[in-house]
């Protein structure tokens, strides 16, 4: 199977071999390693055809095991910059990957960013008091308040005892 360039996309032929291959296997597990997104695209083209219960795309894993790819140092995997280690070793095939990946990602994530915004400026606008400058006064606590219960001052439109949420 050639798995290499666009022509993974319209591979239809050569991948009904491997697909009988593969059903005829039995197996019950189904490792794809072709890398992103190859391993993406063949699995959605052939999902119908498969008859395995369960198929995994494990992408460059299989590098990692045998060694053949170096690891990023270990602070750098805890901290979620391995991609940072993977680009710098191999920026010439990476680098499209991520900033199309990122750019895509800004995108998408654009319109929910503006939709907080807009959530908190109606907030803001309707729902908060004004802001007063300088110090408030401390109220009292209810009475009968325990001396051991922190103390929590009621705001003035809570001025019941037995609408606020802070008493025990």
């Known amino acids: 199977m050639h798995v290499e360039g666009e022509t993974i ?3 239809d032929e050569t ?3 491997i697909v009988e291959r593969i059903n005829r296997s039995g197996a019950d597990i189904l490792l794809i390693g072709f890398g992103n997104p190859k391993q993406e695209i063949w699995f959605d083209r052939n999902r119908n055809r498969l008859s395995v219960p369960v198929s995994i795309g494990i992408g460059g894993t299989y590098e ?3 060694e053949s ?3 990023a ?3 750098m995997q805890q901290t979620g910059l391995e991609w940072v280690f993977r680009i710098a070793q191999d920026p ?3 680098w ?3 900033f199309v990946g990122f750019f895509k ?3 998408m994530i654009w319109p929910a960013i503006l939709h907080q915004q807009y959530k908190r400026l109606q907030f803001n606008l309707f729902h908060r008091k004004p802001l007063t400058y300088g110090k408030r006064e401390a109220q009292a606590p209810p009475p009968g308040a325990a001396d051991s219960q922190p103390f929590y001052p009621r705001p003035s439109s809570m001025s019941n005892c037995e609408t606020d949420p802070l008493r025990t």
């Open 73 to 75: 140092p270990r602070w």
């Open 9 to 11: 996309a319209d591979a």
């Open 96 to 98: 499209k990957r991520y």
């Open 69 to 71: 790819v170096a690891r």
């Open 92 to 94: 010439g095939r990476l």
């Open 105 to 107: 990602f800004g995108v």
């Open 15 to 17: 991948d009904m071999a």
């Open 64 to 66: 990692f095991i045998i």
